[in-house]
């Protein structure tokens, strides 16, 4: 038991000796922290920044598809001129086709006009006299022929002009057709190109995504990490005053009663040995309440082997009480009481004989005689 406290005591006074100790590990744990807070705001311009890299990214993406519904609405418009100007192409072919057959008659038709008037103007008088045929007839047939010769070389030539001017129509469109399609080339090389533009794009939006996932990560952690950092320090912050705590008041009691047992050499009233009382026991029945001899905070809150349950309390200066055999505690390790506060209810729990409460005062981890610091009862 008594091995139990004085590991406790010398941990807290080598604690108490050093305060230094908690000084430099504050001074770096607010490094930390300081360290923390920066990249924490290096994270925080980042994913600020790949939100603003993300958003032009979609605008550009959707800038590249109305580009794309614009190109792809021309491309329609420029095939349909096209798909036209091919059934014109077709017409005026079919058209030139049939002004060419035209001529070819009309070609013939004056061949044989042409022989005929010759064949009629070869024929001798003899002949006509034989035959018994009028030389007027023989000459109108041939003034006849004529006409029709001259009529079909007019046609002829206005058909060769019509057929002329349908090839130039045929080569204006087929011109037409050629920039068209040209241009519709462009248009596609155009759309090929944006849609490389648009997987890039899409690509880079995934990157950024993908990117602010990380950082977004990293930012809850460094956040989880500066929370660990703040309740450290705070901790160390207390730990620190605690350490520099300075008892400013004298020790009341702790309870009212008579003393039962001193401090010092005396045999032990259970298992009849000689041993060392580091308090004094003072005779209290069970729930009296137990005081706060003076402003502290609660070190330790618990069960200890043979003092059952335990407060202990850290005053300043180097100074620790300690209250034993208690029923039920009223305060809780980490709270910081003042002088005449409740903390437990007195009782006879680990090795005790009846109830009552051992009250001790350590100097550091050495027990020293209560009745030098408790104040007049």
Known sequence: MK????????????????????YSDLDEEQKKLEG?????????????DTNINEKTAQVLLNSIYDEIDKITSNTIVIQNKINVINEEITVAENM???????????????????????????????????????????????AYLSYISLSSKTILDKTKEERELLAQKKANLIKNKEY????????????????EEIAMQNKLIVTLGTRKIIYTQKKSKIEKEI??????IEKLILEAAEASRVLETGL????????????????????GVREFHEGIDIAVPTNTKVLAVASGSVT???????????????????????????????????????????IAYADSTGWSTGPHLHFGVYLGAKAVNPLNYLSSP
């Open 3 to 22: 091995k139990i406290l004085l590991i406790f005591l010398i941990f807290f006074a080598l604690f108490a000796l050093f305060p230094h100790t908690a």
């Open 36 to 48: 923390y807070k920066i990249e924490l705001e290096k994270i925080k311009k980042a994913i600020k």
């Open 96 to 142: 030139i086709q049939q002004k060419t057959q035209d001529i070819l008659r009309n070609e013939d038709q004056i061949k044989a006009s042409i022989n005929l008037s010759y064949k009629l103007t070869a024929i001798s008088p003899m002949e006509l006299l034989l035959t018994g045929q009028d030389p007027d007839t023989i000459n109108q047939r041939i």
């Open 180 to 195: 068209l399609d040209q241009f519709l080339s462009e248009k596609w090389k155009q759309q090929e190109v944006l849609k």
């Open 227 to 232: 929370e660990k950092e703040k309740a450290l």
């Open 252 to 271: 009341i009691w702790p309870v009212k009663g008579p003393i039962t047992s001193y401090f010092g050499w005396r045999i032990h009233p259970i298992w």
């Open 300 to 342: 330790y809150a618990g069960w200890m082997t043979g003092y059952g349950n335990v407060v202990i309390i850290y005053h300043g200066s180097n100074i620790s009480t300690l209250y034993a055999h208690l029923k039920r505690f009223a305060i809780k390790k980490g709270d910081l009481v003042a002088q005449g506060q409740v």
